[in-house]
């Protein structure tokens, strides 16, 4: 297949762009207006930079990837839908709630396969973690707790970044992950949100607030905390300290994702039952890739981890536990 990147705001974008040229498929360039991430890329792969869209559009790609500031995605979607290209998205595709009936209505048309970058999923420890649940081994699930800190690195980071209308905001960015993971996990929806988003610096930012702290019950009765902010220093090795606690009848697990010098930062779980040791687990190797799962898709295969109707889901309870958080404001 032929495939191009429309909008590159951000590095996420490499990682589609490397598995698809490891798929063998062609790469015929990029369109964007900044060249910074985009023009770096053009030149380590060797393909034009278009500063049209339509120039792009000209190469006839099947797949488009985007990494555009996060409230363009949208149009994005709508174009690719009008013009029968499928399309991969980093997170967020969406970051409003006036903007969720638009992508509904692309779901619901059914043209073209609806991508984003769920990669947590496909995280080995992760992915083992969602395997134990599924064959029992932690009982029936209790809770869990999911935190990731994360770098700013303020003086390099993008205006757009800091501007709620332009990102979606901490909850939408960041949490969408997160609460990807708990309607996996749980095989369930969010029946109710409540929390805090807060404010303690950058006061230049008007509608920046650097931390996220949300109280979440699923559909199901599981309960969990989810916690983020940009508040890691600067100075630490990694880009943050991200963990995953899930408590079960039967046992407890915990998942480093990032950040533990011990592995020098490398993601691994461990878990405890009667024993009352933690005890590393072996790691069972998710079945694919995030983009041959989306090249699954587009051919019509069974099984696949993320599908249209998980994207629109994800997105809408984003919104939703966003929409339901106080502001606070530090003086």
């Excluded at 360039?29 to 120039?55: K, M, N, Q, S």
Aim: with cysteine; charged share 25%; proline share 4%.
């Amino acid at each position: 297949m032929r495939f191009g990147i429309y909008g590159c705001r951000h590095g996420h974008i490499g990682e589609f762009i490397g598995e698809m040229l490891t798929l063998g498929h062609e790469f015929t360039g990029i369109y964007e207006t900044e060249p910074d991430i985009a023009g770096d890329l053009a030149v380590r792969y060797g393909v034009p930079l278009f500063d049209r869209g339509e120039d792009l559009l000209a190469t006839h790609p099947d797949i488009l990837g985007t990494s555009a500031v996060n409230n363009q995605k949208m149009d994005i979607l709508e174009m690719c839908n009008q013009e029968g290209i499928h399309v991969v998205a980093d997170k967020p595709v969406v970051t409003s709630g006036k903007d969720m009936g638009r992508l509904e209505r692309i779901v619901e048309e059914g043209r073209i396969q609806v991508g984003m970058m769920l990669t947590e999923r496909l995280n080995p420890p992760i992915y083992t973690l969602w395997k134990m649940i599924q064959e029992g081994k932690l009982g029936d699930l209790v809770s869990f707790t999911i935190m990731k800190p994360h770098k700013l690195l303020a003086k390099t980071r993008a205006a757009w970044h800091f501007s709620k209308e332009e990102n979606g905001g901490i909850a939408v960015d960041l949490l969408v992950h997160d609460i990807d993971l708990l309607r996996w996990f749980t095989g369930s929806e969010m029946a109710a949100c409540s929390g805090y988003l807060k404010k303690v610096g950058y006061p230049q930012y008007e509608t920046f607030y650097d931390s996220a702290n949300a109280l979440i019950k699923m559909e199901n009765g599981v309960v969990a905390t989810l916690e983020a902010d940009w508040r890691m220093p600067d100075s630490y090795f990694a880009y943050g300290d991200g963990r995953i606690f899930c408590v079960g009848t039967k046992g407890r697990a915990e998942i480093r994702t990032t950040g533990d010098r011990k592995t020098n930062g490398s993601p691994y779980g461990l878990w405890v039952r009667d024993s009352g040791e933690y005890k590393r687990w072996e790691e069972v190797p998710a079945p694919t890739t995030l983009t041959r799962d989306f090249l699954n898709r587009i051919e019509g295969k069974p099984g696949t981890l993320i599908t249209n109707q998980e994207v629109l889901r994800t997105s809408r309870a984003a919104i939703q536990m966003d929409e339901s958080m106080e502001k606070i404001t530090m003086p």
